[in-house]
């Protein structure tokens, strides 16, 4: 008895709600004359008795699960002996959780063994009554619901104004998730600015977040100067963006002007596979192939070329996203309207004075879209900087140089144990907000773009 066989019970209850409903509705019918004397089809009131036994059932399973983990904690503390009361309540509940689940071995504290008893008979006390609340839930809703099935009862209606409410609430858990996930970096940050100075994190020029976890032990201070990883990403992200917008703003201009319509039908999916790739195959590709190739090229023009450079991992991040830009911009150039080529071709322009001077212009806004989405995704990449670029916080606009971005830090910053009350991890945070602000404000530009030129010409 488990929580998915009790979703899979609540679905057979909700498809046989369906026939039920379905069957009385032909059944309400028949004497009036058929199915068509009704106000709904049949299919409407089988779909109201199936979401009125799926979403109370539904509802009771959620609220349960999130009331009875938190009631189950509290009397499982409040049982322990005094003996056990000042020690961390984190720490005892994840000892008792294990000890419960059967993952703990060698010798246990009595106590903690009768406490995770405790908690499995809780929890299973728990679940028959989760089972007996969601089954009451769905059987009362699909009686409720059966009974109304009747020839004055519009179910359409009320079928649509389920799924508008459904919908509605879809809207607002995205919306309300991504107000969590800033409010939560904010909050974050905010404790990461009172323990370093802000002037300290945006314009200092050494990053070293290694401190002393003791007040007896050895250790660095830290410096938190995020400047060279600011660096490091445009560095690495503006490579990346010499290789990808050139050529597949070039390709799709090929691929929408110049090619047939069979020749656009092969490469289009061809170019595309490149966005299929996983991101360590680039990340392979650039450490052991591109990498060396511009280590040598370094060495061959009289430079000093590290075996890991940003070059290296600019010019992987640029093939990968290639397609970005070439996909979104032949899509566009390809909806730019007939009439614009026609007119201007027979003004006497030439084919290319058509493209350069009415094509791009009129696409312009998708253009700068998929820019902006390359842009954005050259920001983010993270696998083939760690194995391209290393993880040297290095101040250099030298592109043969070794240098490492926000994200490489960001990762490298959570990996592992760690506690949230040190200047070390809530840095990440601080460099999350920062990626945040600037991709609002890339995407405030691009806005401002689509709109100027989509008054021109709309």
């Not at 799926?54 to 983990?69: G, I, M, T």
């Not at 990808?244 to 201009?253: N, T």
Request: with cysteine; aromatic share 8%; hydrophobic share 55%.
């Amino acid at each position: 008895m488990n929580v998915s066989t009790l979703l899979l019970l609540i679905a057979a209850l909700a498809v046989a709600g369906y026939y039920q409903g379905s069957s009385r509705a032909v059944t309400v019918a028949a004497p009036l004359g058929g199915v068509r004397r009704l106000p709904s089809l049949p299919a409407h009131y089988g779909a109201y008795v199936a979401l009125m036994v799926l979403l109370p059932a539904l509802a009771a399973v959620l609220l349960w699960s999130l009331a009875s983990a938190p009631l189950i904690e509290r009397l499982v503390l409040e049982s322990l002996p005094a003996s056990h009361a000042g020690a961390d309540a984190g720490l005892l509940l994840n000892s008792i959780a294990n000890l419960a689940a059967g993952g703990a071995t060698g010798a246990t504290d009595p106590v903690l063994a009768s406490a995770a008893e405790r908690m499995a008979s809780l929890g299973q006390r728990s679940l028959l009554g989760m089972w007996t609340l969601a089954v009451a839930c769905a059987l009362l809703g699909g009686f409720y619901s059966w009974r109304r099935v009747r020839a004055d009862f519009v179910a359409r209606n009320v079928v649509e104004r389920i799924f508008t409410r459904l919908l509605f609430a879809c809207a607002c858990v995205a919306v309300l998730t991504t107000i969590g996930i800033l409010l939560s970096v904010v909050i974050e940050s905010l404790r990461f600015f009172q323990m370093v100075s802000p002037v300290e994190f945006f314009f200092g020029l050494e990053w070293s977040p290694q401190i002393a976890l003791r007040a007896d032990q050895q250790g660095s201070s830290g410096r938190f100067g995020a400047v060279p990883l600011f660096t490091g990403t445009l560095l690495i992200s503006a490579i990346a963006l010499l290789v990808a917008v050139p050529v597949g703003l070039m390709s799709a201009i090929f691929l929408s002007e110049y090619a047939s319509a069979k020749l656009r039908s092969r490469l289009k999916p061809l170019l595309e596979i490149l966005a299929g790739i996983p991101t360590v195959v680039y990340g392979f590709f650039a450490a052991l192939t591109v990498a060396p190739l511009v280590r040598e090229f370094g060495t061959a023009i009289g430079l000093e070329a590290s075996s890991e450079s940003a070059l290296a991992a600019g010019l992987v991040m640029g093939v990968m996203i290639i397609p970005f830009v070439s996909s979104l911009s032949d899509d566009i150039l390809h909806a730019v309207p007939l009439s614009l080529r026609d007119g201007s071709l027979a003004l006497g322009a030439t084919r290319s004075e058509t493209i350069k001077r009415v094509v791009i212009p009129a696409a312009l806004p998708g253009i700068v879209g998929g820019v902006l989405l390359a842009a954005s995704r050259a920001i983010g990449e993270t696998m083939i900087v760690v194995m391209a670029a290393g993880l040297s916080a290095r101040l250099s606009a030298n592109p043969f140089e070794s240098v490492t971005t926000v994200t490489v830090q960001i990762v490298t910053l959570l990996v592992g144990d760690q506690e949230f009350d040190s200047p070390k991890t809530l840095a990440a945070f601080a460099l999350g907000l920062v990626l945040f602000v600037a991709t609002l404000a890339l995407n405030i530009f691009a806005l401002h773009i689509v709109r100027k030129y989509r008054e021109q010409y709309e």
